[in-house]
């Protein structure tokens, strides 16, 4: 019987999902035509739904016991072959991504990749770049504050402030003739001539 906290109805669903499906395991193939399969999908579907909104619990339980006493070897092999399957791809997953590897990349003692880089910056931490966060591989260097005093570091006084507000307003485009023309046209825009 699967346990889970009752306040969390998502994660005891989930639970009862992994629970069936290890036990329930077979595979198209195992089947004659598809309409057997199907039929058996239909059938575990409806006890994991009877599982999960506790519908007769107790005879659903029992069948499980049931189908596993009676079929223990057809799960073993399909859990096999399972693993052999999930072993075969992680293998040709590895020897591709070692294909892929850039040439800049070299493995250390532990297979982890690591960058060919100065410090202070990133390298992934495995061969396969693509699937994993970068991690550091030092200090970099901190990034310079934009306006917040000079070089050093002395406050400004209110002359080079003001002008350099002036400047960053003509970065963006604002000109005081803009402010006066725009108040301007507001200005005669609303006015009505009978």
């Known amino acids: 019987m699967v346990v889970a906290p009752a306040g969390n109805s998502f994660s005891r669903e989930a639970a009862i999902r992994r629970r069936i499906a290890n036990i329930y395991n077979k595979r198209e193939e195992d089947f004659p035509t598809l309409r057997d399969y199907n039929d058996y999908l239909e059938e575990v579907e409806d006890m994991t739904f009877k599982l999960v909104e506790g519908v007769d619990v107790a005879a659903i ?4 016991a049931k189908y596993q006493e009676e079929n223990a070897e057809q ?25 892929d590897c850039p040439s800049d990349m070299v493995l250390d003692q532990n297979s ?8 202070g910056q990133y390298a992934p ?21 934009i306006g917040g005093g000079n070089a050093n570091s002395m406050p400004e006084d209110e002359a080079t402030q003001r002008q350099r507000a002036e400047r960053a307003a003509r970065a963006g485009g604002w000109t005081l003739e803009l402010c006066r023309k725009r108040a301007f046209e507001e200005a005669f825009g609303s006015l009505c001539i009978v």
């Open 125 to 145: 931490s495995i061969a396969a770049p693509m699937f994993m966060q970068p991690r550091p591989t030092g200090p970099a260097a901190q990034p310079v504050p």
């Open 61 to 64: 339980e029992a069948n499980i």
């Open 112 to 119: 982890q990749a690591v960058g060919a880089t100065a410090g």
């Open 75 to 99: 799960i073993i092999n399909s859990r096999a072959r399972k693993a052999e399957e999930l072993a075969k791809s992680l293998k040709e997953h590895q020897t591709q991504a070692a294909t």
